[in-house]
């Protein structure tokens, strides 16, 4: 009878342990690396990347300013592994560590669909309270611009407006956006909103602005050949070159619509974020103003505006002063 008891202890205990290590095993695959064997060489074109998961290697591929030189089966291998990253499981493995349960907790109406929870991340962001996981968030913003199944679900309330303004690309979601944004204040405000969201995200690297990246690309070796891609660097490098007369109509028709976007969500612009933050800050500028978008910007704006006037001392920068000016005459 003790014989036949231990026995069943220990088939119990041994049946645990195997699930157990079977679900640890699942869990952590997307977290361990896949793409480092693959991918050698990397580091000659991403020297300032520690490229120690794949995750650095998607990073690394996605911002090289010189994706020709990369090896075409580690190219592949490297856009599979992105596509796959949006599945909802595989999304909340990758968040788990930095995470835990905090993401899964979030009021999100969908997270089935491939990049959902990504999406809803996003959009919650000022919810998540662990700060190594709204750090970890922030960087996987990236991924919304390398899969169209991502892009579509932050623009899902433009259908109507993309019918009628006709800016239906299936294949290249990054074209109907940009035709979007050139409709920006004929839009309904539910479309309204989610495009400035990406244009937010978008403003962060000019790789994520494909069709300016493009038509830019001769004013960009010509003018900004030294500027790093992130930070919004190359969209202010550019800007103050836009009168030059080397710049073509194609480029300058699309700093237009990137300043267009400026004038009705300031966080467009990084250079004015960054000029305008401590303004903001010290003139509690955030201060009881409304939900509203628009409302909102006009609040701020118009309290940074106050305090020049009433001769605060503030650091309150010409660029931030001059795209303040763009907002008021554009009204």
């Not at 069943?8 to 480092?36: E, M, R, T």
């Not at 690309?169 to 989610?194: G, I």
Request: charged residues 25%; positive net charge; contains cysteine.
């Amino acid at each position: 009878m003790t014989s036949c008891f231990f026995r069943y202890y220990i088939i119990f205990y041994l049946v645990i342990f195997i699930n157990y290590a079977c679900h640890g095993s699942s869990l952590n695959k997307i977290n361990q690396p896949q793409l480092l064997s693959e991918c050698k060489g990397l580091d000659k074109i991403c020297p300032r990347l520690e490229l120690k998961s794949d995750l650095d290697i998607l990073e690394c591929v996605q911002f090289s300013d010189t994706p020709n030189n990369i090896d075409q089966n580690c190219l592949s291998n490297v856009w599979k592994f992105a596509a796959t990253l949006l599945n909802y499981q595989n999304m909340l493995e990758l968040l788990d560590p930095h995470c835990q349960s905090e993401v899964v907790s979030l009021p999100c109406n969908s997270r089935e669909q491939p990049g959902a929870l990504l999406k809803c991340a996003i959009e919650n962001i000022s919810q998540i309270k662990r700060k190594d996981c709204k750090t970890y968030v922030e960087r996987l913003r990236f991924l919304t611009f390398l899969d169209a199944r991502a892009m579509n679900l932050f623009i899902e309330e433009c259908n109507d407006d993309v019918a009628k303004y006709n800016c239906e690309f299936d294949r290249n979601p990054e074209v109907t956006l940009s035709c979007l944004q050139k409709y920006l204040l004929k839009l309904k405000k539910a479309c309204q909103t989610q495009v400035l969201r990406l244009s937010e995200l978008q403003a962060e690297n000019v790789k994520y602005d494909k069709q300016l990246l493009t038509k830019c690309a001769s004013e960009r070796r010509l003018f900004c050949e030294d500027v790093s891609m992130g930070s919004g660097q190359v969209y202010e490098c550019l800007f103050r070159h836009k009168d030059e007369q080397r710049m073509s109509p194609q480029c300058a028709s699309e700093l237009l619509r990137h300043e267009q976007l400026i004038v009705q969500d300031y966080q467009v612009s990084r250079g004015l974020v960054r000029a305008c933050k401590e303004d903001i800050k010290n003139n509690r500028c955030r201060k009881s103003v409304s939900d509203d978008r628009d409302i909102r910007l006009a609040q701020i704006l118009l309290c940074l505006e106050n305090a020049t006037h009433y001769g605060k001392i503030i650091s309150i920068i010409v660029f931030c002063i001059f795209k303040q000016k763009i907002f008021f005459f554009n009204r």
